[in-house]
């Protein structure tokens, strides 16, 4: 199915700038980065990525990314606090949901 989903994207007249298949240089090493990052400070990336996607496959953990830096204009720094962020929300709705108060 991500193949169906990028292939649309690559043919249909939608700007494709900053997508799977479709990065700069600078973009990817941007994401790569941002992967690094995420495996230091948390311990891992496929553990970090299950608390912001239930899709933590390869290609999942980089679409799931790429949106996070597309939102941000690839700003690492910008993305870096997002996810610290979500990744807070998402620990309390768990801790809650653990203790039934949800």
């Known amino acids: 199915m991500n193949n169906l989903f990028l292939a649309y ?3 249909s007249s939608y700007n494709t700038a900053g997508y799977l298949g479709n990065l ?9 980065e941002l992967k690094d990052w995420i495996s230091d ?3 891992g990336l496929k553990e970090c990525m299950s608390l ?3 899709d933590t496959s390869e ?5 799931l990314l790429l949106r996070y830096l597309r939102s941000k204009n ?9 996810i610290e962020e ?4 998402n ?3 768990v801790i809650f949901s653990i203790h039934n108060i949800l």
Do not use: C, H, W
């Not at 700069?24 to 790569?32: A, K, N, S």
């Not at 290609?59 to 679409?63: K, T, Y």
């Not at 979500?86 to 929300?89: F, G, Q």
């Open 52 to 54: 912001l996607s239930y």
């Open 41 to 43: 400070k948390f311990a």
């Open 74 to 82: 690839f700003s690492l720094k910008k993305v870096k606090v997002m």
């Open 59 to 63: 290609i999942g953990i980089d679409l």
């Open 86 to 89: 979500n990744i807070k929300v």
């Open 24 to 32: 700069t240089p600078i973009q990817q090493d941007t994401l790569e």
């Open 91 to 93: 620990n309390i709705y």
């Open 9 to 11: 994207r690559a043919d």
